[in-house]
C-alpha cells in the first residue's frame, strides 16, 4: 500500500480577495515547514446569488480526490452556500479525512474560531462611554450569517450592559457590500430628523461606504457621525 502524500486540500472562493491571499500565503508557508502541500480548491463565485454559473463553479468542488488528502481546510466565511459545505465535510468524512473548518463550528470538524468578541465589544465601550455616544446605529453583514450575526449580538449585549435600549429600528442588514450599506444611510437621512451620533458596522467594506455617503450629503465624519468597521483591512 502506497504511503498517502502529505497534501492539504483547502477550499474556499474568491482566493484573490482579502483576506485570503495573505491566509493563503502564511498556510502554504507553514505547511511547506512541515513538509506539507497545498492544494487549492477556489472559485470566483461565492455563491451568494444562486445563479446559473454556480452549477459550473460547484463542480469544481465536487472533483476533489479526497483519498489523496491528509486533511481539508474549508474556509467558511468565503461560502454562502451552507449546501456546498456540508457537501465538501461528507465527501471527506466518507473517505475518512479529518476536515477543519476556519470561521464556523461545524459538526464533526475541527473549529477554527478568532475570539474576536472581546475586541469588538471594546470598540464599542469606547465610541458609547468616552465619545458619549448614547444614539447609536448598527449595520450588520448577512442575516443569519454566524459572524455577522455574532457581530450583531456583541452590540445589542453591550447596549444592555450600559443600560441602553435596543430597538429594530436601529440596526439593518449590509450583506457586508457596499450598496446597500450606502442605501442604509440614504434611508437614515431621508427618515430621520437627526441622524445618529455613532454608526457602527460590521466590517470596514460598509464603514467606508457610510463615510463616504455621509460626506456626499454634507455630513462630516467623525464630527457630526462618529463611524467604525472592524477587521482590519486594506481600504480601511
Known amino acids: 500500500m502506497t504511503e498517502k502524500p502529505k497534501l492539504i486540500g483547502v477550499c474556499l472562493s474568491q482566493a484573490h480577495s482579502f483576506p485570503n491571499t495573505g491566509f493563503i500565503s502564511a498556510l502554504s508557508k507553514a505547511a511547506s515547514a512541515q513538509g506539507f502541500d497545498v492544494a487549492l480548491f477556489n472559485s470566483s463565485l461565492d455563491f451568494f446569488w444562486h445563479q446559473k454559473d454556480d452549477k459550473a463553479a460547484r463542480a469544481i468542488y465536487r472533483a476533489i480526490r479526497y483519498e489523496i488528502f491528509s486533511a481539508i481546510l474549508i474556509i467558511y466565511h468565503t461560502f454562502h452556500d451552507d449546501q456546498l459545505v456540508s457537501e465538501i465535510v461528507k465527501g471527506a468524512q466518507d473517505h475518512h479525512v479529518p476536515v477543519i473548518c476556519a470561521g464556523c463550528e461545524l459538526p464533526g470538524c475541527w473549529s477554527i474560531v478568532n475570539d474576536f468578541e472581546q475586541s469588538f465589544k471594546s470598540l464599542l465601550r469606547h465610541v458609547i462611554v468616552d465619545h458619549g455616544a448614547k444614539d447609536t446605529f448598527f449595520i450588520a453583514g448577512m442575516k443569519n450569517e454566524p459572524n455577522s450575526e455574532d457581530r450583531f449580538r456583541c452590540y445589542r449585549e453591550v447596549l444592555e450592559e450600559l443600560s441602553l435600549p ?71
Not at 439593518?172 to 446597500?180: I, K, N, Q, V
Not at 455613532?198 to 467606508?208: L, P, Q, R, Y
Not at 450629503?217 to 483591512?233: A, K, M
Open 166 to 236: 435596543f430597538r429594530e429600528s436601529q440596526m439593518a442588514y449590509g450583506t457586508y457590500w457596499s450598496p446597500p450599506a450606502r442605501e442604509i444611510v440614504r434611508k437614515l437621512i431621508r427618515n430621520r430628523k437627526k441622524l445618529p451620533q455613532a454608526i457602527f458596522c460590521a466590517n470596514d467594506t460598509m464603514a467606508v461606504a457610510v463615510c463616504d455617503t455621509l460626506r456626499e450629503n454634507g455630513y462630516r465624519v467623525p464630527e457630526d457621525v462618529i463611524v467604525t468597521g472592524f477587521d482590519g483591512s486594506p481600504v480601511a
